[in-house]
């Protein structure tokens, strides 16, 4: 039986900064009455937020500042939501 990854899906907030989220396949697909950006919000793991030019990963302190710079063009490729 194959196992289905998760997607990782970058959203907009409303601030104009951008979060990157780890969304599980079974939230992705269409629900009435939410977007993708929502279902990402509401049900992925935060990856990264983009605070101006910078890059931040969540940690359990706080925010660190992602300086590899393979990293942020990765995260700066995620899917729009």
């Known amino acids: 039986m194959p196992?289905?990854?998760d997607?990782?899906?970058?959203?907009?907030?409303?601030?104009g900064d951008r979060a990157v989220y780890?969304?599980?396949p079974h939230h992705v697909n269409d629900r009435p009455g939410?977007?993708?950006?929502?279902?990402a919000r509401d049900y992925g793991t935060l990856l990264a937020t983009q605070f101006?030019?910078?890059w931040y990963r969540?940690?359990?302190?706080?925010?660190?500042?992602?300086?590899?710079?393979?990293?942020?063009?990765?995260?700066?490729?995620?899917?729009?939501?």
């Open 7 to 15: 997607s990782i899906l970058a959203v907009n907030l409303p601030s």
């Open 52 to 54: 101006g030019a910078d």
């Open 3 to 5: 196992v289905l990854s």
């Open 34 to 39: 939410t977007t993708l950006a929502e279902r």
């Open 22 to 24: 780890s969304v599980p």
């Open 58 to 81: 969540p940690t359990a302190t706080g925010m660190k500042l992602i300086d590899d710079n393979r990293t942020i063009t990765l995260l700066e490729r995620a899917t729009e939501a």
